[in-house]
């Protein structure tokens, strides 16, 4: 469905290495598997992840609430100036890029003959095509240098401004098996008990579905089967206590595991160190 030229595939790139465009700026690149921590942009931003199981998108909502969410290979965030969120990719992702100063956004407007800025609503796990298909086109004939020239560039900008004003236009279609709602349950309630033993029934009650089913969805969604992703999330949990001076056979209990060689195993097959070497360079 893509007609736009997918060329640029530079490695080595941290989230931030960025150009300017004509009204705007934009990354693309590859990056590796990585958390991203929570940080927010004065800029409107929109993101897309491409050759990715999933990427787990975490913000805060204007209730005080936190929204997550996996958003599947191709899929959309809009991000609005000022809102704190993070990314955990947990795999090697195509990531394309795109923000908008929001004076710029009011210039545009007005060669449009509509000045007055709306309020762009965020939006994650946003399966619309034609948005996708804008922010990688601009994304990527930035970092090309503008091979198809500044006025493409520019019709590029105008048109993705005039798209997410419009609001998200999803694919019609059946709504997935485990849909959003559902795996935000299911992942508040790993939240609430990873250091316990949890089995595939105490997730799939909260997903309303049989063990098997759930535990296939649940790996198509995210992309890690249920037993990975509550050892992921107990590593996670292990890197911030391992700045603390609790002692480490401790630590392994705290976290679930049956015993700090147990622990130290997995800590080091996830993060490529053992827990002591990690502490050290902390």
Same mark, same amino acid.
């Given at each position: 469905m893509s007609t736009i030229p997918q060329s640029v595939t530079q490695k080595n790139l941290t989230y931030d290495t960025r150009r300017p465009a004509i009204r705007s700026s934009a990354f693309r690149g590859e990056l590796p598997p990585q958390t991203i921590e929570e940080h927010e942009h004065d800029e409107i931003q929109l993101a897309v992840g491409d050759n990715t199981c999933g990427i787990k998108a975490s913000w805060h909502r204007s209730n005080g609430k936190q929204g997550r969410i996996f958003m599947k290979s191709g899929e959309v965030a809009v991000i609005p100036s000022g809102q704190p969120h993070s990314f955990q990719l947990s795999s090697t992702t195509l990531v394309s890029s795109v923000y908008f100063d929001r004076s710029k956004v009011t210039d545009a407007l007005?060669?449009?003959?509509?000045?007055?800025?709306?309020?762009?609503?965020?939006?994650?796990?946003?399966?619309?095509?034609?948005?996708?298909?804008?922010?990688?086109?601009?994304?990527? #004939?930035?970092?090309?240098?503008?091979?198809?020239?500044?006025?493409?560039? #520019?019709?590029? #900008?105008? *048109?993705?401004?005039?798209?997410?004003? *419009?609001?998200?236009?999803?694919? *019609?279609?059946?709504e997935p098996d485990l849909p959003t709602k559902r795996l935000s349950s299911v992942l508040d309630y790993i939240d609430a008990h990873f250091a316990e033993d949890i089995s595939l029934d105490d997730l799939a009650g909260p997903a309303a579905m049989s063990r098997f089913h759930f535990a296939r969805r649940f790996k198509q969604v995210t992309g890690l089967s249920p037993h990975r992703y509550i050892t992921t999330r107990r590593i996670e949990e292990a890197k911030r206590l391992l700045k603390s001076d609790l002692p480490i056979a401790t630590l392994a209990v705290m976290l679930g595991f049956a015993d700090q060689s147990h622990f130290s195993s997995r800590f080091k097959a996830f993060v490529g160190t053992s827990p002591s070497a990690f502490r050290k360079e902390q």
């Open positions: 007005d060669t449009i003959g509509d000045g007055i800025l709306k309020d762009i609503r965020p939006g994650y796990g946003i399966g619309d095509p034609l948005l996708r298909e804008l922010v990688v086109g601009l994304s990527n #004939e930035t970092m090309c240098g503008f091979r198809n020239g500044r006025s493409f560039a #520019e019709t590029l #900008e105008q *048109a993705l401004l005039l798209r997410v004003l *419009a609001g998200p236009q999803p694919l *019609a279609g059946k």
